[in-house]
């Protein structure tokens, strides 16, 4: 059994789009997802959504998804289900711009997802002031962040 990796830019560790993604074809680099604004070009692990009837379009609704934020790995990486990718940690990137300031209808600059249904939800990553090249990420536990 392979562990799911996670994502560098979000941490997620949902390999499976939405089932309502717009078509894109994943094997070719270059291409930008009209839905988080990422690229294919780190993406070739991702799979499309198994065709089912859905109720509802969100992630929210998935029921994989919410058994999954219940098993001992996502709570320690303190994962959520993300409405649009699924499962993801709700802390942010260290690289990831300050959103204290961040006002009703802004957008993201890095994933393009509203301040709406990230208010309060995600949290501002650890120092890695003091990490070294090869530390482990406190979140997400990749190994080799490198510090800023």
Do not use: F, R, W, Y
Request: hydrophobic share 30%; glycine share 4%.
């Amino acid at each position: 059994m392979t562990t799911a990796t996670a994502c560098p830019v979000i941490g997620s560790t949902n390999d499976v789009l939405p089932p309502n993604h717009p078509e894109i074809d994943l094997a070719k680099d270059g291409q930008t997802c009209p839905v988080v604004g990422a690229t294919t070009d780190h993406h070739h692990n991702l799979h499309k959504h198994p065709s089912v009837p859905v109720e509802s379009p969100t992630a929210t609704e998935c029921p994989a998804l919410k058994n999954v934020v219940q098993q001992p790995k996502s709570q320690a990486m303190d994962d959520a289900i993300c409405p649009v990718v699924g499962t993801a940690t709700t802390v942010l990137p260290p690289d990831h711009p300050d959103t204290t300031e961040a006002k009703e209808g802004d957008v993201c600059p890095v994933t393009k997802a509203s301040v709406e249904h990230h208010k309060q939800k995600v949290h501002t990553h650890p120092s890695l002031q003091a990490a070294s090249d090869v530390a482990v990420c406190p979140v997400t536990g990749q190994h080799g962040l490198a510090h800023a």
